[in-house]
């Protein structure tokens, strides 16, 4: 079945059909347009939330590395590769859908225009044969009128007695010239009704269904480009479903690479102490004698200092083998993170002795100023701070030492004792200490309320109603410094303890 043969009169009809299935592919290609845009802002806005929720936060979380939260990194890295692959949809969609269709879009317009554009033409074409054989069938019919006039004249002048010869010749002429000229118009309009008998045949057995059937094969074509484009549509996701799909494996692959166990385990790891619990709270029967509390001057009171000085030595330990260590320990970290880390560290401590020497300067002046002008002040009353002064001093340098030997074993900074020396006040040179540096400070007495193992470094075994010299109150850390009968200096929780 075609259209030039069962549709030739339905010629609106085939008109508005066929621009209504050029509308139906333009509607299509804008459809993709927007789809297209659609996949491209998505996966905008997929790269912004990645960015949003990338790792973020304080130093020592992005130090601590656990298995969920590397996960959730690599969830964030395969997101914005699965945003990646929207983007290259939208591309793909747009060069190989839009473009294409809407080249093959504006060649069927052209086409149709063509065609209706070569129907219009026939149809002018016969409208003017028709007008041409009104106009001969017009004039036959008038020049027939004045023959038939003529004939009836000349009938009449026949009849008539009074007319003479030369009247009846006279209207005879008239009447053949009248004759000939109607058999003359009469011909040319039987000329041009043949001519446009043919002309309308034409029209209507030939030229209207070739066109027609053109239309009709135009209109398979439109519906066949817009078929594939929805093939076309589909395909073109289902080329990056492989993509997509490793994408989200991926995603799977590291929410199952998760180890809860050894989450947990690092953060023992990162922050456990090394000490007991503490024991039951004893009971304190008040009705007992209660022993006379221990003079509080007493308590106060500083003893010497035996501290062996040297001068111009370029040796220096810490103040006290048993004092715990508060050294940092970024033995964990990268190479290159853990010199920037130790250099930091170091400035830091430099910092900090400079203080304590400027301070030593200070407290030095102010003692000759004493000794000179004993009613400004008593010189010995400053000992105490000068004491402490030379010990915080020596402890620094102790903790500067270490930290630049742990510099110094990854590659980085200059040597210790340009790092001392660049801190050293020159009125302080004067002090320096070797390996026998020797500090006693007890500043009271106390007593241990449970047993403690001191198995970390730095503190002391105790057991509990022994009874102990207090070197150094807690200073906010939750550790006091204490020394036992037998000599051992250490450190133990200050909860353990019980001044006296």
């Given at each position: 079945?075609?259209?030039?043969?069962?549709?030739?009169?339905?010629?609106?009809?085939?008109?508005?059909?066929?621009?209504?299935?050029?509308?139906?592919?333009?509607?299509?290609?804008?459809?993709?347009?927007?789809?297209?845009?659609?996949?491209?802002?998505?996966?905008?806005?997929?790269?912004?939330?990645?960015?949003?929720?990338?790792?973020?936060?304080?130093?020592?979380?992005?130090?601590?590395?656990?298995?969920?939260?590397?996960?959730?990194?690599?969830?964030?890295?395969?997101?914005?590769?699965?945003?990646?692959?929207?983007?290259?949809?939208?591309?793909?969609?747009?060069?190989?859908?839009?473009?294409?269709?809407?080249?093959?879009?504006?060649?069927?317009?052209?086409?149709?225009?063509?065609?209706?554009?070569?129907?219009?033409?026939?149809?002018?074409?016969?409208?003017?044969?028709?007008?041409?054989?009104?106009?001969?069938?017009?004039?036959?019919?008038?020049?027939?009128?004045?023959?038939?006039?003529?004939?009836?004249?000349?009938?009449?002048?026949?009849?008539?007695?009074?007319?003479?010869?030369?009247?009846?010749?006279?209207?005879?002429?008239?009447?053949?010239?009248?004759?000939?000229?109607?058999?003359?118009?009469?011909?040319?309009?039987?000329?041009?009704?043949?001519?446009?008998?043919?002309?309308?045949?034409?029209?209507?057995?030939?030229?209207?269904?070739?066109?027609?059937?053109?239309?009709?094969?135009?209109?398979?074509?439109?519906?066949?480009?817009?078929?594939?484009?929805?093939?076309?549509?589909?395909?073109?996701?289902?080329?990056?479903?492989?993509?997509?799909?490793?994408?989200?494996?991926?995603?799977?692959?590291?929410?199952?690479?998760?180890?809860?166990?050894?989450?947990?385990?690092?953060?023992?790891?990162?922050?456990?102490?090394?000490?007991?619990?503490?024991?039951?709270?004893?009971?304190?029967?008040?009705?007992?004698?209660?022993?006379?509390?221990?003079?509080?001057?007493?308590?106060?009171?500083?003893?010497?200092?035996?501290?062996?000085?040297?001068?111009?030595?370029?040796?220096?330990?810490?103040?006290?083998?048993?004092?715990?260590?508060?050294?940092?320990?970024?033995?964990?970290?990268?190479?290159?993170?853990?010199?920037?880390c130790l250099q930091e560290k170091i400035d830091e401590l430099n910092k900090e002795l400079q203080i304590e020497n400027e301070k030593s300067e200070a407290l030095q002046k102010m003692k000759g100023v004493y000794e000179m002008n004993s009613q400004l002040g008593d010189p010995s009353s400053l000992q105490p701070q000068i004491t402490q002064n030379v010990y915080i001093i020596a402890h620094l340098k102790g903790e500067l030492k270490k930290y630049q030997?742990?510099?110094?074993?990854?590659?980085?900074?200059?040597?210790?004792?340009?790092?001392?020396?660049?801190?050293?006040?020159?009125?302080?040179?004067?002090?320096?200490?070797?390996?026998?540096?020797?500090?006693?400070?007890?500043?009271?007495?106390?007593?241990?309320?449970?047993?403690?193992?001191?198995?970390?470094?730095?503190?002391?075994?105790?057991?509990?109603?022994?009874?102990?010299?207090?070197?150094?109150?807690?200073?906010?850390?939750?550790?006091?410094?204490?020394?036992?009968?037998?000599?051992?200096?250490?450190?133990?929780?200050?909860?353990?303890?019980?001044?006296?």
């Open positions: 079945m075609d259209w030039g043969s069962n549709l030739w009169d339905q010629h609106d009809v085939i008109e508005r059909h066929t621009q209504s299935g050029l509308e139906v592919l333009e509607r299509y290609v804008k459809f993709v347009k927007e789809r297209a845009e659609i996949e491209q802002s998505y996966a905008k806005q997929l790269r912004t939330l990645c960015k949003k929720y990338s790792r973020r936060g304080i130093k020592e979380d992005q130090e601590i590395k656990l298995t969920n939260q590397q996960a959730f990194q690599e969830v964030l890295n395969e997101l914005n590769n699965y945003a990646s692959q929207r983007e290259q949809l939208s591309e793909n969609m747009t060069t190989t859908i839009c473009v294409d269709l809407t080249k093959k879009l504006n060649d069927l317009r052209l086409e149709r225009k063509n065609y209706l554009s070569d129907i219009k033409k026939s149809q002018q074409n016969l409208e003017s044969t028709y007008k041409q054989l009104e106009v001969s069938k017009k004039r036959f019919e008038k020049e027939w009128k004045e023959a038939e006039k003529a004939i009836q004249l000349t009938e009449k002048v026949q009849q008539d007695p009074s007319s003479t010869k030369a009247d009846v010749e006279k209207v005879k002429q008239q009447e053949f010239s009248r004759i000939h000229i109607s058999d003359v118009c009469k011909n040319e309009y039987a000329s041009q009704l043949q001519r446009y008998n043919k002309e309308q045949e034409n029209y209507y057995h030939t030229e209207i269904p070739t066109v027609f059937n053109k239309l009709q094969e135009m209109e398979e074509r439109r519906i066949r480009m817009l078929a594939d484009g929805y093939v076309q549509f589909s395909e073109t996701e289902k080329q990056l479903l492989p993509n997509v799909n490793k994408c989200l494996d991926a995603i799977s692959t590291a929410g199952r690479n998760i180890n809860e166990k050894q989450d947990t385990a690092v953060l023992i790891d990162q922050y456990k102490s090394g000490a007991a619990p503490p024991a039951d709270v004893e009971f304190e029967d008040y009705s007992q004698v209660i022993k006379p509390a221990v003079n509080e001057n007493t308590a106060q009171h500083v003893p010497k200092v035996r501290i062996k000085l040297f001068q111009k030595k370029n040796k220096v330990t810490s103040p006290d083998k048993n004092t715990p260590s508060s050294l940092t320990d970024f033995s964990r970290l990268p190479s290159d993170k853990r010199k920037k030997t742990q510099l110094d074993e990854v590659g980085g900074g200059p040597g210790i004792q340009n790092q001392i020396s660049s801190s050293v006040s020159p009125s302080s040179d004067i002090y320096d200490f070797d390996e026998d540096f020797d500090v006693d400070l007890p500043i009271g007495q106390c007593t241990a309320l449970y047993d403690f193992n001191g198995d970390s470094e730095g503190s002391v075994c105790i057991q509990m109603g022994e009874q102990l010299s207090l070197m150094m109150e807690d200073q906010g850390d939750g550790w006091a410094k204490v020394q036992r009968s037998n000599g051992d200096v250490g450190y133990v929780p200050s909860s353990y303890i019980k001044y006296i």
